[in-house]
Nanobody, 124 residues
Framework: QVQLVESGGGSVQAGGSLTLSCASF????????LAWFRQVPGKAREGVAF????????YYAGSAKGRFIISRDNAKKALSLQMNSLKPEDTAMYYC?????????????????WGQGTQVTVSS
């Protein structure tokens, strides 16, 4: 079992940067594939970035490619999302999520563990 708690959200102007963090409470953090999702009210949750259990494979949605960096520290049981060149359309609630096994996915239904979310607001 893994529990996830996000932090680091806030308000930033367009073009700025923000780093989100996700802390895990559990003994099997290193066994999980991890991802960041985001959701705007009234819209489906969108996968942003995925990282494999060992950290050697990452995948980014088109909206995040070239601007966001996902990373993890298994010793510290921590996941991060560095977001650069932020745009107003990046405004959303951001969630970290964990799935059993290392197969790549950004499908919401593949992830069984979720944090409570942290709000990111980008103003123009």
């Amino acid at each position: 079992q893994v529990q996830l708690v996000e932090s680091g959200g806030g308000s930033v102007q367009a073009g700025g940067s923000l780093t989100l963090s996700c802390a895990s409470f559990g003994n099997t953090f290193g066994n999980y594939g991890l991802a960041w999702f985001r959701q705007v009210p009234g819209k489906a949750r969108e996968g942003v970035a995925f990282i494999s259990p060992g950290g050697g494979f990452t995948y980014y949605a088109g909206s995040a490619k070239g601007r966001f960096i996902i990373s993890r520290d298994n010793a510290k049981k921590a996941l991060s999302l560095q977001m650069n060149s932020l745009k107003p359309e990046d405004t959303a609630m951001y969630y970290c999520a964990a799935k059993s096994g290392g197969d790549y996915s950004l499908r919401e239904r593949d992830f069984g563990h979720w944090g409570q979310g942290t709000q990111v607001t980008v103003s123009s």
